[in-house]
T-cell receptor, first 116, second 112 residues
Framework: DTGVSQDPRHKITKRGQNVTFRCDPI?????LYWYRQTLGQGPEFLTY????????KSRLLSDRFSAERPKGSFSTLEIQRTEQGDSAMYLC??????????????FGPGTRLLVL | AQSVAQPEDQVNVAEGNPLTVKCTYS??????LFWYVQYPNRGLQFLLK??????LVKGSYGFEAEFNKSQTSFHLKKPSALVSDSALYFC??????????FGAGTILRVKS
């Protein structure tokens, strides 16, 4: 049983460039979450999907950010025209939602982005 | 607004001693509460959660947490700390059973 995987693990880019991150959730999980974590802070929610539907987006998510989960499996997070303030760890989590209990989210190792 | 406070940036404890990492919460919905641990350059690992029922929740690696509704607290505890417990610990609340709202984290240092 594999956990949540994220690719790449590290990304260095120049300001103004576009970057795309990928997340592969645990296979049977129907929900997928994206969070951003900056140094010294806890993760902050960005957006989440149930199957292929994007159900909620944080106000933190500017127009330069877009996320997709086209077939309800893997997800991509794209940042256009990167800014230095986008430098952070981007975490993906997945869960199995159901009526019986409140879900537990399982996190991937994260993608660390540095914008020069 | 939903929020979580972890009042201590760092907790130091000697190996073999009991440890407590504090967490208080503010939520308008149900207080679904979680603890996660993060090791350097790694993602978050789930430790335990409180949904309802018994106020004492047992989790992974010998950790437990006590839910106190009157004090709006959910402190993480372990009877005997190990050096390998040294890490960054996050408390989180999920008011609607979906997204998590995290505290700023507490660094736990266990010295031998």
């Amino acid at each position: 049983d594999t956990g949540v995987s994220q690719d790449p693990r590290h990304k260095i880019t120049k300001r103004g460039q576009n970057v795309t991150f990928r997340c592969d959730p645990i296979s049977e999980h129907n929900r997928l979450y994206w969070y951003r974590q900056t140094l010294g802070q806890g993760p902050e929610f960005l957006t989440y999907f149930q199957n292929e539907a994007q159900l909620e987006k944080s106000r933190l998510l500017s127009d330069r950010f877009s996320a997709e989960r086209p077939k309800g499996s893997f997800s991509t997070l794209e940042i256009q025209r990167t800014e230095q303030g986008d430098s952070a760890m981007y975490l993906c989590a997945s869960s199995l939602s159901g009526r019986a209990s409140v879900e537990t989210q399982y996190f991937g190792p994260g993608t660390r982005l540095l914008v020069l | 607004a939903q929020s979580v406070a972890q009042p201590e940036d760092q907790v130091n404890v000697a190996e073999g001693n009991p440890l407590t990492v504090k967490c208080t919460y503010s939520v308008s919905g149900n207080p679904y509460l979680f603890w996660y641990v993060q090791y350097p350059n790694r993602g978050l690992q789930f430790l335990l959660k409180y949904i309802t029922g018994d106020n004492l929740v047992k989790g992974s690696y010998g950790f437990e947490a006590e839910f106190n509704k009157s004090q709006t607290s959910f402190h993480l505890k372990k009877p005997s700390a190990l050096v390998s417990d040294s890490a960054l610990y996050f408390c989180a609340v999920s008011p609607y059973g979906n997204k998590l709202v995290f505290g700023a984290g507490t660094i736990l240092r266990v010295k031998s």
